[in-house]
């Protein structure tokens, strides 16, 4: 599917390859002996006005690209996914079968399983081995599946740990419930440390867990249609009154005072934590009475555009991000505000549940209305996600401190599948 207001571009691919051709329908019967029958899909997005969305899935670690070979006596697997943020890939083979007697079933397979991920924001190496067994009887429709595993789980830096996990199951005939249990003993780091948060204020003094830092920049004043500045810590010079107050900060901040116009600033990535700064307090006090002055009623302020887009320059006293650039002719072309942000909206993986509360996916809330809504699985193989089913629902948006999102727009994509057999 091609998005032209989004600038986006998304694509779902399901192939199914089946040698010989099944007798009837499109799956083989019990009695039929076939060389290969292998399905898979691919999942792939990309977003031109937010490029860091990009993804190829090549199956997932929970759903593989999977074929059963020389009737189902070999099952081979595997998986690829790339992104932004890791690459991750993951292989499994099996061996086993099927054995029918009068109403008596047995079945029994053995396999292994190995799985990478090597991620760069943040930087993670994680690895994983495993060996399991099942075997079964089914006589008449009472069944029983027996299987055991051992996992090996390596992962680091954060944590840096090596988890050795031993489980199995008994699957018993209903309503007999289950018998299950696991052990896992663990090497190295139990708890993930939290990367270490600085303040995004980069003048003045900040305080980190009861730390104070004295930040290298300062508060400047700028007159914005001449393009003159002053410091004001330099003392014997006095500024103009129409000068706004530039404030520098590492990135943009979400506000919670009200008196920052434009739209709300979403978390942000860091070291693999959605980590959000927000501006709680902003004064500006007349000290002309004396220490510690009177609040000056109605500030405003914007952020700031830049040559390359958003900026961390807070301007007080202003409420034009491109009101800076007057002066100065020879930028002004190249001075942009970041194109709003396309977000491709996932429900997540795995069975399929209901929701009559108001529930969030990340940034967006979706409130069923009347009856309950669904997250189904109606287009898997073709799409590996979940997907929302609402007769009517509410949509709102916000950031992880609260602050209302402004949205230009939703745009619903239309899924078809189509299958095409194999003349073989």
Known sequence: AVDIPSASLALGLG???????????????????????????????????DPATWYVNLGTADKMIGAKIITDIVRAELFFNINNYYVAFGAGISIGGKWSWWIITLTARIGANVAAKIGWNPVELEGMFMIWAELGLK???FGFLLRGEAKVLGHTPEPSKLDMTFAYKLDLPWPIPDIKGEKTYTLGDETPVAPTISSPLMAGQALTDGTTTTNPMAIGLLHTHTGRQWETQTAGRSAWPDAVIVVPFSCRV??????????AVSAYLQGGYLVSHT?????????????????????????????????????????????????HGDVADHVTETPPRTVEQLFGYGPEETFSNERRFNEMFVEPKGQPASLV???????????????????RFETNAGAAIHVDEVTLYLVVAHSQESPL
């Open 15 to 49: 192939v199914r390859v089946m040698i010989p051709k099944p007798k009837s329908g499109d799956s083989y019967g019990d009695k039929e002996n076939y060389l290969v029958d292998a399905q898979g899909v691919l999942d792939a997005f990309f977003s031109f006005k």
């Open 139 to 141: 006589v008449w429709k």
């Open 254 to 263: 979400t506000d919670e005072t009200g008196a920052v116009v434009g739209t």
């Open 279 to 327: 501006l709680k307090t902003m004064e500006l006090r007349d000290i002309s009475g004396g220490l510690p002055g009177t609040v000056v009623p109605g500030v405003k302020a914007i952020w700031a555009a830049g040559p390359d887009g958003d900026t961390g320059r807070l301007h007080i006293n202003d409420e034009d991000p491109f009101s800076w650039v007057v002066p």
């Open 377 to 395: 699985t109606d287009f898997q193989p073709q799409l590996l996600t979940r997907v929302l089913e609402a007769r009517e629902f509410r949509l």
